[in-house]
């Protein structure tokens, strides 16, 4: 069985949201985003086909869920004019465009696919007994690895549709530090739950 009874729900959830983006996106002919349709349904199909042998928490999947529709609406939705993922949420830096929904989506975002992480490598772990420190940069450094896979993706989306809204280096960077911070708010949680998720 590829689902439990339980997880149809966030199945369902995810159809339906990426059925109304995709339609979104083609409609507004924005071609970076069916391309990250693309790559959502592949995680889809992935967590799919290793659910039986992961056993992944419904919470993460619920966290995925959000992530994924986060995404879409940033890259969809123009509230007053302006693409979602340009507004600033809380105005920090006048040198940087700081804090951004782009940074909130990679917080979250990164901080989920962190506990996912987790959640894949906890069987081969051995058990923690105070080893905290050695823990913390192994599923840190893997939610990072997340990170930097988004990045590349970001990266071929500019050459397929050059017409995309990703951003130069500045952009890549406050991602990455935004992945970090979503990686050990996650590390911290799986910390302060004494290892259970």
Request: charged share 10%; glycine share 10%.
């Amino acid at each position: 069985m590829l689902l439990k009874k339980s997880q149809f729900p966030i199945l369902i959830v995810n159809v339906l949201a990426i059925l109304i983006f995709s339609l979104l996106f083609i409609k507004q002919k924005n071609y970076e985003f069916i391309i990250y349709v693309g790559v959502i349904v592949f995680f889809l199909l992935l967590i799919l086909f290793t659910n039986s042998r992961v056993n992944y928490p419904n919470s993460i999947l619920w966290g995925l869920t959000l992530w994924a529709v986060l995404h879409m609406s940033g890259g969809g939705l123009y509230p007053g004019g302006t693409r979602l993922y340009e507004i600033i949420l809380i105005p920090i830096s006048t040198a940087y465009e700081v804090f951004k929904y782009d940074q909130f989506v990679h917080i979250i975002g990164f901080g989920v696919a962190t506990l996912a992480m987790y959640a894949v490598l906890k069987p081969k772990l051995k058990p923690i007994h105070g080893k905290w420190v050695a823990l913390g940069i192994i599923i840190v450094m893997a939610g990072l690895g997340v990170g930097a896979l988004n990045e590349m993706l970001e990266f071929l989306a500019t050459i397929l549709a050059p017409e995309t809204g990703v951003g130069g280096y500045v952009n890549t960077s406050l991602d990455i530090v935004a992945d970090l911070i979503g990686a050990l708010l996650a590390f911290a949680y799986i910390r302060l739950r004494k290892g259970e998720i």
